[in-house]
């Protein structure tokens, strides 16, 4: 995984939740290139690789908030978004922001419901 862009952790477990962080569109510590589709495609992969550090996945998350910089990406980055999720559909917030760190056009934060030790 890439390093944090801030003095924060990217994933913790607190009970039988896991919390990830906002994340974004980075491969290797570096902003992908191509835009919405791109950035939510990776951010999706970065979001499932921490749940897989935390030996959770995909379907385990039960709450997502979506920051987007423009609202007319909205159906765009849904499409993208329910791809990485399949049939699964967590709680979610999405809302537009003015601007996200390393001029990102997307950020979601998840939370998964991983009860411990099972």
Not at 8 to 32: E, N
Not at 37 to 54: D, F, G, H, P, Y
Not at 88 to 107: I, Y
């Amino acid at each position: 995984m890439s390093k944090p862009l801030g003095p924060y952790t990217p994933v913790v477990r607190a009970g039988d939740f896991i919390i990830i962080s906002g994340q974004g569109g980075l491969l290797d510590g570096i902003k992908v290139d191509g835009g919405l589709v791109a950035e939510t495609q990776q951010t999706m992969k970065n979001i499932e690789a921490l749940l897989a550090t935390m030996g959770a996945s995909m379907s385990d998350v039960v709450k997502t908030t979506c920051f987007l910089t423009d609202m007319e990406d909205y159906s765009v980055f849904n499409e993208h978004y329910v791809a990485a999720f399949g049939n699964h559909r967590p709680s979610r917030s999405c809302v537009a922001v003015a601007e996200l760190p390393a001029n990102f056009v997307v950020e979601i934060e998840a939370w998964a419901y991983k009860p411990a030790g099972r």
